[in-house]
């Protein structure tokens, strides 16, 4: 094989192979290991004596790659299959992806279709669980102080105790817990003061009363302590 060291066009019938046809392959050991790398470096089943007949070193021979499909010498090759591969794998991806999205939206229409018409204590304590594990430990409390449960020791928590109790209760329990951690879900996650009221409105809850009421019961508490001191004083003093 001749080659020239040249990158210009050959002349026609020309036998010399231009410099950017082959891959001179380096006849010294690599330096590094960084450099081993390079495919300058590494000698392929395609690599042929070839014989300098223009430029530089002219009657020198050297190892050369000049099979353009060679994966060692011509990365772009290599680029392009490695290039199809990461197609082929995101195209997997996403038709697993599909299947997925697909079976779970199946799945989820034949629950739907499960669903008797009016909720049985099944179907509370099912939405009803998946409630308490959205809510947070500080609303779950007071949820669990409405139904005088309070936090036993070393029992995992106030969430593992609330499912205890949950699973026992009857299904007039299970509705008012339902709408009761509804509120308290959408509360930590919109406007307080709206999810309340509006749910005071649906269930014809008078909320004036009620603050009256809470008002009337601080002040009566703050009176209690005022008298509490100064009678501890009058004592005192005497
Ligand atoms: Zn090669």
Not at 155 to 160: M, R
Not at 167 to 195: F, G, W, Y
Request: glycine share 4%; charged share 30%; hydrophobic share 40%.
């Amino acid at each position: 094989m001749q080659i020239s060291t040249a990158y210009g066009k050959q002349p026609e019938g020309s036998k010399v192979l231009p410099r950017n046809q082959y891959t001179a392959i380096r006849d010294e050991k690599p330096k590094s290991k960084e450099e081993a790398k390079r495919p300058e470096f590494k000698v392929c089943k395609f690599a042929t004596d070839a014989i300098i007949t223009e430029g530089n070193d002219v009657g020198t021979v050297h190892k050369v790659c000049s099979n353009p499909s060679c994966p060692v010498h011509h990365p772009k090759q290599q680029a392009s299959r490695e290039d199809e591969k990461w197609k082929a794998e995101q195209e997997k991806q996403r038709r697993e992806q599909a299947i997925a999205n697909a079976t779970g939206l199946r799945i989820l229409a034949a629950i739907g279709a499960a669903v008797p018409v009016r909720l049985m204590k099944r179907d509370l304590l099912f939405i009803l669980e998946r409630l308490v594990s959205l809510t947070d430990e500080r609303r779950l409390e007071m949820l669990a102080r409405q139904h005088g449960l309070r936090q036993k020791r070393d029992n995992g928590g106030i969430g593992k105790t609330f499912v205890a109790f949950i699973r026992r209760a009857d299904e007039s329990t299970l509705s008012k817990l339902l709408v009761a951690s509804t509120i308290l879900i959408a509360a930590s996650r919109t406007n307080p003061a709206t999810v309340l009221r509006d749910a005071a409105t649906l269930y014809k809850v008078d909320t004036d009363a009620i603050t009256q009421k809470v008002k009337a019961e601080f002040a009566a508490k703050m009176k209690a302590k005022k008298e509490a001191k100064a009678n501890s004083k009058v004592v005192k003093a005497a």
